[in-house]
T-cell receptor
Framework: GAVVSQHPSRVICKSGTSVKIECRSLDFQATTMFWYRQFPKQSLMLMATSNEGSKATYEQGVEKDKFLINHASLTLSTLTVTSAHPEDSSFYIC?????????FGSGTRLTVV | DQQVKQNSPSLSVQEGRISILNCDYTNSMFDYFLWYKKYPAEGPTFLISISSIKDKNEDGRFTVFLNKSAKHLSLHIVPSQPGDSAVYFCAATPGAGSYQLTFGKGTKLSVIP
C-alpha cells in the first residue's frame, strides 16, 4: 500500500497564530486526500476532502476559511489552521485512498496555548 | 447523531483468550466496513474489512462478522496477544463512489499477559 508521511508530528503554537500541517503521499499519486480530526476519546471526524488542482470539499460545520487546504500536487496536501484558538487543539490525521484501501498518516498533535 | 457506534470504550482480556469488539451502525446505506488499529500518537492502520455481501471475513487471528439485519458487526481476535493492545476503530462507507469513512469512537483493548 501507499506510504503517507505527515509533518510535523507535534506542534505547539500561540493563540492567534497559524499552523501548517503537511501530508505527503510518498509512493502514490493521490488525486484525493482526506483530513480528519480526533478529539480525546472521540472518533476520527472527517473535516474535508482535498482534491488535487481544485477546491477542497468541507464537511458541514467545518470552517473553510479557518482550515485552509491546498492540494497543489499529486503528492502533497497541506492543512493550515489559521488564527488558531485553544479549542482547535486536537489530533489531525490525513489519509490517502489507493487501490489497496485507505492509508493514514501518523497524525499531528496540535496544542494551542 | 453517531452513525457508527462502539458502545464499549474499553475491554480487558487475558492473553490467549478471545477478544470480541462490537460495532453498530444506523445508516442502511453503508455497505463496506473496516476495522482499524491505532496506537497512541499514530495514525490508524488497516486491520480487516468486510463487504455487505458477506457475513464473515477471516484473516489469521482476526475475523469480522457482519449481521446486516441487526446492523451489527464484530471483530474477533483469537488468541489475543499482548501486542494486540491498542484502540480499535470500526469504520463504514457507503461505497458506490463515496470514499468517505465514518468512524466509531473506538474501543481500547488491553490484553493482559
Amino acid at each position: 500500500g501507499a506510504v503517507v508521511s505527515q509533518h510535523p508530528s507535534r506542534v505547539i503554537c500561540k493563540s492567534g497564530t497559524s499552523v501548517k500541517i503537511e501530508c505527503r503521499s510518498l509512493d502514490f499519486q493521490a488525486t484525493t486526500m482526506f483530513w480528519y480530526r480526533q478529539f480525546p476519546k472521540q472518533s476520527l471526524m472527517l473535516m474535508a476532502t482535498s482534491n488535487e488542482g481544485s477546491k477542497a470539499t468541507y464537511e458541514q460545520g467545518v470552517e473553510k476559511d479557518k482550515f485552509l487546504i491546498n492540494h497543489a500536487s499529486l503528492t502533497l496536501s497541506t492543512l493550515t489552521v489559521t488564527s488558531a484558538h485553544p479549542e482547535d487543539s486536537s489530533f489531525y490525521i490525513c489519509s490517502v485512498l489507493t487501490g489497496y484501501g485507505y492509508t493514514f498518516g501518523s497524525g499531528t498533535r496540535l496544542t494551542v496555548v | 447523531d453517531q452513525q457508527v457506534k462502539q458502545n464499549s470504550p474499553s475491554l480487558s482480556v487475558q492473553e490467549g483468550r478471545i477478544s470480541i469488539l462490537n460495532c453498530d451502525y444506523t445508516n442502511s446505506m453503508f455497505d463496506y466496513f473496516l476495522w482499524y488499529k491505532k496506537y497512541p500518537a499514530e495514525g490508524p492502520t488497516f486491520l480487516i474489512s468486510i463487504s455487505s455481501i458477506k457475513d464473515k471475513n477471516e484473516d489469521g487471528r482476526f475475523t469480522v462478522f457482519l449481521n446486516k439485519s441487526a446492523k451489527h458487526l464484530s471483530l474477533h481476535i483469537v488468541p489475543s496477544q499482548p501486542g494486540d493492545s491498542a484502540v480499535y476503530f470500526c469504520a463504514a462507507t457507503p461505497g458506490a463512489g463515496s470514499y468517505q469513512l465514518t468512524f466509531g469512537k473506538g474501543t481500547k483493548l488491553s490484553v493482559i499477559p
